[in-house]
């Protein structure tokens, strides 16, 4: 880490941008990251006025240029609707500085494969806000994946659900605009699937898709797709914007040659079951995980202290906590974040097949 503090200029004040300075904040006040917010920038002055208080930033823009040609910032953070992102990543890659751009990076393939071209050719860093990738039950999973002999993965299923985002928890109307969000249920939402289902059982080759507008809105409000993956197995992911006011669930499936794991990961009560060939069953807890996602992070649990932890692992937006350790620690020290701009595409990738699948009625293969 260098000594002087690195200044960090964020984009967007509205719902993940307070969700990523409140993590931010406890991160600087735990010591665990030598950087400072320097400046935020929001289009709508009451939410700049508003974080500015809250965050104790004294400087502010309503304009993006501004903030990403601060002098005084280093780092940006991009937290504006979907549609907005491209001009901003491409701004900050100009201005030479790093990038943490929130998910879905953009509309489509070519338009995320561009936005990685403009951050290498510029030579900047640049993170995504595929927050899961930091999830402590899934980093758990991967370790036993690691740790014992699951055999092949066969099938996988994941069940997402949430309350249509345009006037509950996620208030946002331009989730329900097609040109700003790029769709609905699935990249808006279901993207952050499609990554763990990559992450686990690799590149997905074929899709097959059926996308629902049940609500009579704009954007889909049903995705079902079914994925072989390049070593044969199958997923199944089935993503849903409903109206009822119920909270967000999601639920995750392996069937593996010689054993099964199932993960609640958001629902009220977080755990993971999982069972090996001739053994019993057994239910780990979301307390039991923590220390998995410390040792990904490279700390050490007993040399931190209760609040710190907290901060750190605990549900909810801390997951955001540990992300923005994760880019910022590689950042400052000069190695690549991860997730990164290609993890994004590879999600884009799917996203872009399962949509042409559903409107040709066909199987998309070689993604
Ligand atoms: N990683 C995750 O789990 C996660 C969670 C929520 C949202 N997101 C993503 O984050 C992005 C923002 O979502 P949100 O829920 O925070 O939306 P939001 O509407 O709550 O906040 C967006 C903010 O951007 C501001 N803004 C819009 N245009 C701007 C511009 N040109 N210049 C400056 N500010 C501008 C708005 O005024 C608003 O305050 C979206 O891409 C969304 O998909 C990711």
């Known amino acids: 880490m260098t000594k002087e503090r690195i200044g960090l200029g ?26 400072q917010i320097s400046a935020l920038c929001d289009s709508d002055p009451k939410s700049l006025k508003e974080a500015a208080e809250l965050f104790g930033v004294e400087t502010v823009y309503e304009d993006y240029e501004g903030l990403i040609n601060d002098e005084g910032v280093n780092i940006v953070y991009v937290c504006t609707p979907t549609s907005k992102h491209g001009d901003m990543v491409k701004a900050t890659a100009k201005a030479g500085k790093h990038v943490f751009c929130e998910k879905p990076l953009a509309h489509s393939t070519p338009q995320a494969r561009e936005l990685l071209m403009v951050t290498k050719d510029a030579g900047v860093m640049a993170g995504v806000g595929l927050v899961l990738r930091l999830d402590q039950l899934l980093l758990y999973a991967k370790n036993l994946l690691a740790k014992h002999d699951f055999g092949k ?46 992450w686990f059982l690799g590149d997905v080759e074929s899709v097959y898709a059926k996308i629902g507008f049940f609500a009579g809105r704009e954007v889909e ?22 109206w009822v006011e119920r909270p967000n669930e999601r639920r995750i499936e392996f069937f593996f040659e010689k054993g099964y794991m199932g993960i609640a990961l ?19 807890s979301e307390i ?37 350790y994760s880019f ?7 190695n690549a974040p991860s997730p990164d701009f290609m993890d994004a595409i590879a ?16 199987c998309v293969e070689q993604l």
């Open 347 to 362: 999600a884009h990738k799917v996203v872009d097949a399962a949509y042409r699948s559903s409107s040709e009625s066909r």
């Open 266 to 284: 958001e629902s009220e009560k977080r755990f993971l079951d999982y069972q090996l060939q001739g053994q019993s069953p057994v239910r780990v």
């Open 221 to 242: 409000d049903q995705a079902s797709l079914i994925m072989t993956h390049k070593d044969g197995a199958v997923s199944t992911l089935d993503s849903i914007w409903h």
């Open 153 to 198: 993965p066969i099938l996988a299923h994941i069940r997402d659900d949430q309350r249509f985002p345009v006037d509950y928890i996620y208030y946002s109307k331009w989730r329900g605009d097609r040109s700003i969000a790029g769709g609905g249920t699935l990249i808006e939402h279901s993207i952050h699937d499609i990554d763990i289902l990559q």
């Open 288 to 324: 039991e995980t923590r220390s998995t996602l410390l040792n990904h992070l490279g700390l050490v649990e007993k040399k931190l202290s209760p609040d710190v932890v907290e901060v750190l692992t605990e549900v909810g937006s801390e997951r955001y906590a540990a992300l923005s």
């Open 328 to 334: 910022l620690k590689a950042i400052l020290s000069g």
């Open 10 to 35: 964020l984009i967007g004040t509205g719902n993940v941008g307070r969700i990523h300075l409140t993590g931010i904040s406890s991160l600087i006040e735990a010591g665990l990251v030598n950087v």
